[in-house]
């Protein structure tokens, strides 16, 4: 079994790391400097007890894997260039049998992926991690840098998915098989509405009243939506622990600030954006998950705007 990771930034890069440090066959999909960092010098992986440079196979496309019944595809990218990643990955794989796993926040990517593919396998991730300089991989949690719950999509026990948790479960990266995949993927969208405050404004602002008001909003629209969202981190492995600190440098910010500071697009249409969906279709009204929306489209620059410049433009929008 081949695995290819499509998207081997902070999320993906950390996972075909691990993976290839497990003895597993990776390959990595990358592009740009990124790739070109890769072919001529490796993946460098740091985390809190180890700096590492792995030589795993990095190419540009799926196009260029010679794929086999049987081969697992993890895709890892953004939600917003996930359709894109998808058509790319069926074109290479016409009437080859595999596995797509989608390694995304959000809970788009599921549907994009099982209108292409009949064995799609959802993914919660909880992996922090950075991607800033081409080639490098920060792992902010050691000795365990991830946990991944995984389970067949839509929902229900699977022995393959268990299998597969098995397989790839190893001392460096924890998964788990569960039976609700999208209940948990919904549990960790509440922790994402979060991520353009501290992308915009500042980490703190997480838990602002703007961030707790984002958050009541979208329990609202499950609870009308009859969605039951799972964040129930007690399971966690105990080698899983967030290290906000790595080679002397704080851990800066969430994947939406890093997106923001690269100039990439941001996933927020994914995250507050669902939640306005969702609002949208059952009549829940979600005014701080629109503002934060429409934000996200103006991309203002990293961290600056306030908590009160926010909440000062939400206070006009309710008065008008």
């Given at each position: 079994m081949r695995i290819v990771?499509?998207?081997?930034?902070?999320?993906?890069?950390?996972?075909?790391?691990?993976?290839?440090?497990?003895?597993?066959?990776?390959?990595?999909?990358?592009?740009?400097?990124h790739l070109d960092a890769l072919a001529s010098s490796g993946l460098r992986l740091i985390d809190g007890f180890e700096d590492v440079t792995l030589a795993v196979p990095a190419v540009a496309s799926p196009g260029e894997i010679a794929w086999a019944p049987g081969d697992v595809a993890i895709v890892a990218t953004k939600t917003q260039d996930a359709e894109v990643a998808l058509d790319e990955l069926r074109a290479s794989t016409l009437d080859v049998p595999i596995t797509v796993l989608t390694a995304t926040n959000g809970v788009e990517a599921e549907r994009m992926a099982l209108r292409r593919f009949p064995d799609v396998v959802g993914v919660c991730v909880a992996l922090p991690g950075t991607f800033l300089e081409p080639g490098v991989i920060i792992a902010n949690s050691s000795p365990i840098a991830g946990y991944l719950q995984i389970g067949r999509y839509p929902d229900g026990a699977d022995p393959a998915v268990e299998a597969l948790a098995r397989t790839f479960d190893s001392p460096g990266l924890a998964w788990?098989?569960?039976?609700?995949?999208?209940?948990?993927?919904?549990?960790?969208?509440?922790?994402?509405?979060?991520?353009?405050?501290?992308?915009?404004?500042?980490?703190?602002?997480?838990?602002?009243?703007?961030?707790?008001?984002?958050?009541?909003?979208?329990?609202?629209?499950?609870?009308?939506?009859?969605?039951?969202?799972i964040d129930d981190r007690s399971d966690w492995p105990e080698g899983f622990r967030f290290r906000p600190t790595i080679t002397g440098e704080a851990h800066r910010g969430s994947s939406t600030w890093q997106s923001l500071v690269k100039g990439g697009r941001l996933e927020v249409d994914y995250f507050n954006g669902e939640i306005v969906l969702l609002g949208r279709l059952h009549g829940v009204p979600t005014p701080v998950n629109e503002l934060l929306s429409r934000i996200a489209v103006e991309q203002p620059a990293p961290r600056s705007l306030s908590v009160d410049d926010l909440a000062a433009r939400l206070t006009?929008?309710?008065?008008?």
């Open positions: 990771v499509v998207g081997a930034g902070a999320v993906g890069g950390v996972i075909g790391a691990r993976l290839h440090q497990h003895g597993l066959d990776v390959t990595l999909v990358a592009r740009g400097a788990r098989a569960v039976d609700r995949i999208m209940d948990h993927k919904y549990g960790k969208l509440l922790m994402n509405l979060g991520n353009v405050l501290d992308a915009v404004a500042d980490r703190a602002a997480r838990d602002s009243e703007l961030g707790k008001r984002a958050r009541a909003e979208a329990r609202q629209v499950f609870e009308a939506a009859g969605i039951e969202a006009a929008v309710d008065a008008r």
